[in-house]
């Protein structure tokens, strides 16, 4: 994206306080994966390497529990972000 141009970053919370070129070009270090519905984008104990920010559709937060049991703990929207809490503090992924 050239400077000034709208970016999904722009829409995100995560990163509205960074200047707009800031935004373009950590857009430009982005990568898009279209994602089918029911696919998991990564499990719960995983090494978390990515963040993802949503640009449609929702996520569902699945907590998994022992013996198999889920629970649905968040819905992330459009502009929402996951996996940046493993990201940034260097631990496995806290949920599905």
Do not use: N
Not at 38 to 64: D, K, N, P, S
């Amino acid at each position: 994206p050239t400077s000034g141009a709208a970016t999904p970053l722009d829409a995100t919370p995560l990163f509205a306080g960074l200047p707009a070129e800031v935004r373009a070009r950590l857009e430009a270090t982005c990568e898009r994966r279209h994602v089918a519905g029911g696919e998991i984008v990564f499990r719960q104990g995983a090494a978390a390497t990515w963040m993802y920010v949503l640009l449609r559709g929702r996520l569902e937060i699945v907590l998994e529990r022992p013996g198999g049991d889920e629970r649905l703990i968040d819905t992330v929207w459009p502009g929402g972000t996951v996996g940046e809490q493993g990201l940034l503090l260097d631990e496995p992924r806290s949920a599905t």
